[in-house]
């Protein structure tokens, strides 16, 4: 009887050794050179380790998600630069169970925390300054697009709900680039998100509402190709399967003096005409930076057509702009004018508002002539000048 109240004994020590977080610190062990090699230079292996598996410790429902999606989400926190602030409250990254319904498992997520964001745009270089920031009911707030925009914020002191939020980057080389949303903006992207009803859309709602802001900034921020793919993966569970249960082995790779494949980008002929873009743009007043930006971001997401597109409007514009002032310089209202012709190039053409344009003009000049009226000052002609000019006048 002893012996086997011994026997029982030894195999309850053996169950309470053997935890779940065990063999997931030991899994993350095994794989750990493979997720140290892609760590940088500034951040400590020792230190994301056991940030790491504090992370899982704090969250116990980490523990039934896949150990694969958990790898994954350690080896993203690794590639950024990132570590997971389940423990440390410092909000730079997250990494949350998600119940994948359709595969009946639990996964791992990696999201990225508002400072996250942040850092990633700071290690760009290329940024003076970015902040993001909260309005709340009662706050003054101002804000104006277009070729002088303005952001004008003066916090109360007792606020209300939140009503927006919004995002200020600065360059180093002087351009800008702001972007506002309301509340109602940011609540549409938490509902699309897998970890709406938990994590730090739960807890830490405003610092999620600022990173949202930053998030949708990033296209059109000089920030590095990876922050951008993190900020485009940015609450989903990435895709480290050939890195972390390779099909080659690198022991075992062919290794050559062949150049790493770089990512892609625009070809020679694209760049040429991207640079002929640039000029257009600058021509209608858009600063050459931003231009430049602006026209990157649209080539990657719609390709070359998109930013012909974009140049060509700018064009028409500044077309429209120049018809509306010869326009007002004929007598009309410029507003009128304004809203006739845009409507007028939206339904038929710029060739058609042109075209109208100068008909209307053509008019004025007509009616101002026939009516003594000079088509350039407005004022009425004396029929007897010529009178006056054979008069002796002295001067």
């Known amino acids: 009887m002893g012996q086997l109240a011994r026997k029982t004994r030894e195999t309850q020590v053996q169950r309470q050794q053997a935890r779940p977080q065990d063999g997931i610190a030991a899994m993350l062990r095994d794989r750990w050179p493979q997720i140290q090699a892609v760590m940088p230079r500034h951040m400590s292996s020792e230190r994301l380790f056991q940030l790491a598996v504090s992370s899982i410790n704090h969250t116990p429902q980490l523990l039934e998600a896949t150990p694969e999606t958990i790898l994954a989400c350690v080896m993203k926190c690794s590639a950024l630069g990132l570590e997971p602030s389940a423990v440390d409250g410092l909000g730079r990254a997250y990494i949350l169970p998600y119940r994948n319904r359709k595969a009946g498992i639990v996964e791992a997520q ?8 942040l850092e990633l745009c700071r290690n760009s270089g290329e940024l003076r300054s970015i902040e993001a920031r909260v309005v709340h009911e009662g706050d003054v707030f101002e804000f104006e697009y277009g070729l002088n925009e303005t952001l004008r914020h003066v916090p109360c002191a007792n606020g209300g709900k939140m009503t927006h939020v919004y995002c200020v980057a600065k360059f180093k080389d002087g351009g800008h680039y702001i972007d506002v949303m309301t509340k109602d903006e940011v609540d549409a992207i938490r509902k699309r998100s897998k970890a709406s009803q938990s994590g730090p859309w739960e807890t830490d709602y405003e610092a999620m509402a600022r990173k949202t802001v930053i998030r949708r900034a990033f296209p059109y921020l000089p920030v590095s190709v990876e922050a951008q793919e ?19 082995e690198v022991a ?3 290794v050559t003096d062949a150049a790493p494949e770089q990512p892609a980008g625009p070809t020679d002929e694209e760049k040429a005409e991207l640079r002929k873009l640039t000029i257009g743009c600058v021509a209608v007043g858009v600063a050459e930076q931003d231009a430049k930006r602006q026209l990157f971001a649209l080539w990657r997401e719609g390709g070359m057509d998109a930013a012909r597109s974009y140049v060509q409007g700018l064009a028409d514009d500044a077309a429209v702009d120049s018809l509306v002032e010869r326009c007002v310089a004929s007598g009309y209202d410029r507003d009128d004018t304004k809203t006739w012709l845009l409507g007028i190039r939206s339904a038929q053409g710029m060739d058609a508002a042109r075209s109208e344009a100068e008909r209307i003009i053509a ?3 007509a009616n ?13 002609v004396d029929a007897v000048v010529g009178d006056l000019a054979s008069e002796d006048i002295a001067f």
Do not use: W
Request: hydrophobic share 45%; no cysteine.
């Open 110 to 117: 990696f999201i990225l925390g508002y400072k996250g964001m």
């Open 230 to 248: 993190a900020a485009a993966s940015d609450e989903t569970t990435p895709d480290y399967g050939g890195v972390l249960n390779p099909v080659i």
């Open 252 to 254: 075992d790779a062919v």
């Open 363 to 365: 008019e004025a000049a």
């Open 368 to 380: 101002a002539e026939a009516s003594g009226v000079d088509a350039e000052t407005g004022e009425v």
